[in-house]
């Protein structure tokens, strides 16, 4: 039996590498490296393509979502929503929330959901930068979106984290205002840009950042500045 090579298979043509944005920026990539946000809008070709063991992780990531969405749907019934669109045309952002649970008297909680191995599961103190970013972008949206119908109303974020060996579960909230205001920082740079290529992250500062990781560090770091 050849499993592993059929599975490889399967994954590569599902390519799992995240939802179509309708507009130009991706919530999904807010929180990130700017550049890298601007050649994966601008649908510059990875230098670095996904690996199967790559397509693995996000086959990986979606199963644990699929566990967290059967059992919030289990506990809160109708009242919370999955893959719900936000759409912010004036900056030319949008995205999809995870989950969405209607608290009751005008109350809502964004939730991004994250997988996370055990190891860095089990340092975590509060929800990283990126997710940070990203939730509180979506969080924004919405309570805009829900004031325009229904007046005021509180709204939540939420980061859960949930370990890809045992299945433990972590949440932290996340203050909409500062890392909101951070978001639209992020926004108006890239809207600056558009399509002009930002400049690449200084030598000194690209020896703390996962440039690693990246699917565009051949291009970038061998590009012009």
């Known amino acids: 039996?050849?499993?592993?090579?059929?599975?490889?298979?399967?994954?590569?043509?599902?390519?799992?590498?995240?939802r179509p944005s309708r507009q130009k920026w991706r919530g999904?990539?807010?929180?990130?490296?700017?550049?890298?946000?601007?050649?994966?809008?601008n649908g510059v070709p990875p230098s670095e393509p996904l690996t199967p063991e790559t397509l693995r992780?996000?086959?990986?990531?979606?199963?644990?979502?699929?566990?967290?969405n059967n059992a919030l749907k289990e506990a809160y019934g109708d009242a919370i929503e999955f893959e719900?669109?936000?759409e912010d045309p004036e900056n030319n952002f949008s995205g999809n929330i995870d989950g969405l649970l209607d608290l009751g008297e005008?109350?809502?909680?964004?939730?991004?959901?994250?997988?996370?191995?055990?190891?860095?599961f089990s340092r975590l103190r509060e929800a990283k930068p990126e997710h940070s970013t990203q939730v509180a972008s979506y969080a924004n949206i919405i309570g805009k979106d829900k004031a325009k119908k229904y007046g005021t109303v509180h709204v939540e974020a939420w980061v859960v984290y949930v370990s890809k060996d045992s299945f433990e579960i972590a949440e932290f909230p996340v203050d909409i205002d500062s890392w909101g205001d951070r978001a639209q920082r992020v926004l108006r740079v890239l809207n600056y840009y558009g399509d002009r290529k930002?400049?690449?992250?200084?030598d000194a500062a690209r020896r703390k950042w996962p440039c690693g990781w990246c699917n565009w560090r051949t291009e970038c770091l061998g590009g012009a500045k």
């Open 1 to 18: 039996m050849h499993v592993a090579q059929q599975i490889d298979e399967v994954l590569a043509k599902r390519q799992i590498v995240g």
């Open 28 to 41: 999904s990539l807010l929180g990130g490296c700017i550049r890298a946000h601007w050649y994966s809008a």
């Open 57 to 68: 992780v996000f086959a990986m990531g979606n199963a644990v979502g699929e566990f967290l």
């Open 84 to 86: 719900v669109p936000v």
């Open 106 to 120: 005008g109350g809502y909680a964004v939730l991004e959901f994250k997988s996370i191995k055990s190891g860095g």
């Open 198 to 202: 930002p400049p690449r992250f200084p």
